[in-house]
């Protein structure tokens, strides 16, 4: 049906005394809804504690950590299944090859473990430091004693043949790497979640029916786990890996107006030279988290990112954003802290010092923070 001319004309005209509205020249209307700027502000909040807390590691590691200083001892657990070979066979001999991806010192030093079976079942995520006693045979089933050096890149272990036929038997078999008192470094292989198969360990069989074949087998699972003490540096955070010792660090004196809208914030934790820093062969880095319970042993913590390390004016510092952070303090999310620990805390024993919270002012863990406010 066609719209009759005569009501298109009416509608025109009503709306006419409404077409100044679409002018472009401004009016009075909504004057004082809206400032005529925000105003930028920067401020420095300082660490008022610091608490270290340990930490177990425990779970799946690319890296087995064999060895011993005066600080600390690492051992490792490696896990291989034997099922398809032929049991009837004559077993020559055995050797355990494995990789060297890590080395404290860096150059290395003198080595010695043995080989013991373990006799306790365990699982690579649940295994600690204290699931060690009474877990393995106390006679070993081989060994190793030599210097590892930088050039040393595959350690070879001879082992019992009579413990591979007991494996044989099982269908599978573990042992556990435990250094002796002539090891004075610690040195890491390459586990079974290492991407490369060469890097592996690798269990060698050479057996004999009525030929001489030589068997492989690459590890399945695998874990290590450490213990030692902590120095008491006054002043100072120590953190160590593989053990592992961390660190939460309190900001209780944050305060920022209601509302105001948090533009950066930047984490600054100075290093503390005196107390050591990761090996070349390691990330020198730290993991920041954001804590959401303060009950131990601090498991809840979310928003995970890394403190870089920088060096200013001849100052080394590690670098983190806590702009996230600081935006859940100042809407009200309680403040339990952040958790500080290297980044290398299951493939390591490095050991890294940070200034504290009783540490100078100019040294203290400190957050700068720029945010918006309305005057």
Not at 78 to 106: K, M, N, Q, W
Not at 169 to 195: D, K
Not at 206 to 221: F, G, K, M, P, W
């Amino acid at each position: 049906m066609k719209t009759p001319f005569a009501v298109i004309l009416l509608l025109a005209v009503a709306v006419l005394p409404f077409a100044g509205g679409c002018s472009g020249d401004p009016n009075s209307s909504g004057v004082g809804l809206l400032p005529d700027s925000l105003i930028i502000e920067t401020v420095t909040t300082t660490a008022t504690s610091d608490s270290s807390l340990l930490r177990r590691v425990s779970g799946n590691q690319t890296t087995l950590l064999v060895g011993k200083t005066p600080d600390f001892e690492a051992r490792s657990l490696i896990r291989f299944s034997l099922s398809g070979f032929d049991t009837l066979s004559r077993i020559d001999s055995g050797v355990l090859r494995l990789r060297v991806t890590y080395r404290l010192p860096d150059s290395g030093g003198a080595l010695a473990f043995g080989l013991h079976n373990m006799t306790a079942t365990w699982s690579s995520l649940t295994f600690l430091w204290d699931s060690v006693a009474g877990s393995y045979d106390p006679v070993a089933s081989g060994s190793f004693s030599g210097t590892v050096t930088p050039a040393d890149s595959v350690v070879s272990v001879p082992i019992d043949t009579s413990l591979i036929r007991a494996w044989l038997t099982a269908g599978t078999g573990s042992i556990m790497l435990i250094p002796t008192g002539a090891t004075s470094s610690v040195i890491g292989f390459g586990s079974h979640l290492t991407f490369a198969d060469s890097i592996q360990p690798v269990l060698e069989v050479i057996v004999t029916d009525t030929t001489t074949d030589t068997v492989r087998r690459s590890a399945i699972s695998g874990v290590f786990v450490a213990d030692g003490g902590l120095p008491v540096v006054p002043g100072t955070i120590v953190m160590q890996s593989g053990i592992a010792f961390r660190s939460r660090i309190m900001f209780d004196s944050l305060a920022l107006p209601v509302g105001a809208g948090v533009a950066q914030a930047s984490l600054e934790l100075i290093a503390d030279p005196g107390v050591g820093m990761a090996m070349p062969a390691s990330r020198d880095t730290l993991t920041v988290s954001f804590i959401q319970d303060r009950a131990y042993p601090l498991d809840s913590i979310v928003l995970s990112g890394l403190a870089y390390p920088v060096t200013e004016n001849g100052v080394r510092l590690y670098r983190a954003d806590l702009k996230s952070y600081v935006q859940l303090w100042n809407s009200k999310e309680p403040n339990a802290g952040i958790l500080v620990r290297p980044l290398g805390e299951l493939t390591t024993l490095d050991r890294i010092g940070i200034y504290g919270s009783t540490a100078p002012d100019s040294s203290k863990p400190r957050i700068r923070i720029t945010y918006s406010r309305f005057p």
